[in-house]
């Protein structure tokens, strides 16, 4: 199988490996009427740039911590018991330096 990923410009360029998969003799027919030098049973696969932003993210979601099911738990203890209480002040100040953080980083992206 061969896999390819299509560039900014929209050509393709190789990415994987060209491999048997077994297949009919179709694809040698089609292989041949797109001018394609392939054996019998190989089969061209071409990645579309959503695809490969879609793998992008499901590799920042892998790398993402597993949720603290204790520290869930206790939080959700609290709330029905009625007991929940933070600092909302504390809580907004972080929320508004976090919003400068970010935006001060995008600004340097420019």
Request: glycine share 12%.
């Amino acid at each position: 199988m061969r896999i390819s990923r299509r560039n900014q410009s929209g050509k393709a360029g190789a990415v994987g490996q060209t491999r048997s998969t077994g297949g009919s003799s179709k694809s040698g027919k089609a292989n041949a009427a797109s001018g394609a030098q392939r054996g019998p049973g190989e089969v061209d696969v071409t990645i579309s740039p959503k695809a490969a932003e879609v793998e992008q993210a499901k590799a920042v979601v892998e790398g993402l911590p597993e949720t603290r099911v204790e520290l869930v738990s206790a939080i959700q203890g609290e709330v029905e018991g009625g007991t929940y209480a933070r600092d909302s002040q504390k809580i907004a100040k972080r929320m508004v330096n976090e919003a400068l953080r970010e935006s001060l980083r995008r600004k340097g992206r420019r």
